[in-house]
């Protein structure tokens, strides 16, 4: 009984975390089912921290699998509603939207660098831990809830209030491929 009580009040805001809980709902607009998936999303590697099997943990696992996830929804977005776009122009389009310089202004719109663990002043970080840790934060969405709550939370953040596909056809991204072209 004492172990269910504690199951039920770990994501509660009243625990050590419930800070963090509360902010994080707020993002993402549902309440996280298990918040330990969320913590890691934010933690960097220079807190030198180690999982039960003495496995690095850090963001860098869940960034790797948020970028795919976030390439996968965005792929589909764009499928259905560019059915006249042929592969390259489907495939120039999502770069635009997950291009690094995007990713790293979700991230600052977020304030996501907030919530980072780390032994480094964050004066240090490079520009680009916002993105890192938005793509981080997308892997931890797809972990606890899946793809559903995973596309919904990129269709709110991402792409109703960023994407504007006429604006961004003109938008460039690599002046080198342009001059290729």
Same mark, same amino acid.
């Given at each position: 009984?004492?172990? !269910?009580? @504690? @199951?039920?009040?770990?994501? =509660?805001? =009243? /625990? *050590? ?9 707020? !993002?993402?607009g549902f309440k996280p089912l298990k918040i330990e998936i969320y913590e890691k999303a934010f933690i %960097?590697? =220079? ?14 696992? +869940?960034?790797? +699998?948020? *970028?795919?996830?976030? /390439? /996968?929804?965005?792929?589909? %977005? ?7 776009? *042929? ?13 690094? #310089? %995007? +990713?790293? #202004? ?7 660098? @907030? ?6 002043? /964050?004066? %240090?970080?490079? #520009? ?9 934060l997308i892997g931890a969405i797809y972990l606890d809830r899946g793809y559903l709550f995973c596309e919904k939370f990129i @269709?709110?953040?991402?792409?109703? &209030?960023?994407? *504007?596909? &006429?604006?961004? #056809?003109?938008?460039?991204? =690599? ?7």
């Open positions: 009984m004492k172990r !269910i009580i @504690q @199951q039920l009040f770990k994501n =509660s805001r =009243s /625990s *050590d975390n419930g800070i963090f809980f509360t902010e994080i709902e707020k !993002i993402l %960097h590697r =220079s807190t030198n921290k180690l999982d039960e099997n003495g496995n690095a943990i850090s963001y860098e696992r +869940l960034e790797f +699998l948020g *970028d795919a996830m976030l /390439s /996968s929804v965005i792929a589909a %977005h764009l499928f259905k509603k560019v059915p006249t776009g *042929d592969e390259g122009y489907l495939t120039k389009m999502r770069s635009k939207i997950v291009s690094r #310089e %995007h +990713l790293n #202004e979700l991230g600052r719109d977020l304030n996501l660098i @907030q919530f980072i663990k780390s032994k480094v002043p /964050s004066n %240090h970080f490079g #520009e680009n831990i916002h993105g890192n840790i938005f793509e981080a @269709q709110k953040r991402v792409l109703i &209030p960023y994407v *504007d596909i &006429p604006k961004l #056809e003109g938008k460039v991204i =690599s002046y080198k491929s342009l001059v290729i072209e």
